[in-house]
């Protein structure tokens, strides 16, 4: 059964950090584009990073400099380190893979549940 689960979310502080991870199972995430989405109450999912199975990696402006993608091909997951964390960060975090390097072209094929987000003081 092919299956992404993110974990990690939680509540924090303007200027705090946290690390999200995707776990993959049932398929070879090695061999996907894995992004990363979020959507906040009454907005549009918005694309916020991806990295490919080269691990090049790619980021939304809004969070460049402060987020970064990374893999563990040996535990199947994926990793979302965030940093100096903004209010308008707040949001569901979503993981999505999607087979080749095409990461932005066409549909994802695996979406996650989603983590949840606060950032507030």
């Known amino acids: 059964q092919v299956q992404l689960t993110e974990s990690g979310g939680g509540s924090v502080k303007p200027g705090g950090a946290l690390r999200l991870a995707c776990a993959a199972s049932?398929?070879?995430?090695?061999?996907?584009?894995i992004s990363w989405y979020r959507q906040a109450p009454s907005n549009e999912r918005e694309w916020v990073a991806y990295i490919r199975p080269d691990d090049f990696t790619r980021y939304a402006d809004s969070v460049k400099g402060r987020f970064t993608a990374s893999r563990d091909n040996a535990k199947s997951t994926l990793y979302l380190q965030m940093s100096k964390l903004k209010t308008e960060d707040t949001a569901t975090y979503y993981c999505?893979?999607?087979?080749?390097?095409?990461?932005?072209?066409?549909?994802?094929?695996?979406w996650g549940q989603g983590t949840p987000v606060t950032v507030s003081s």
């Open positions: 049932g398929f070879s995430s090695r061999n996907y584009c």
């Open positions: 999505g893979a999607r087979g080749g390097w095409d990461c932005l072209s066409g549909r994802i094929q695996y």
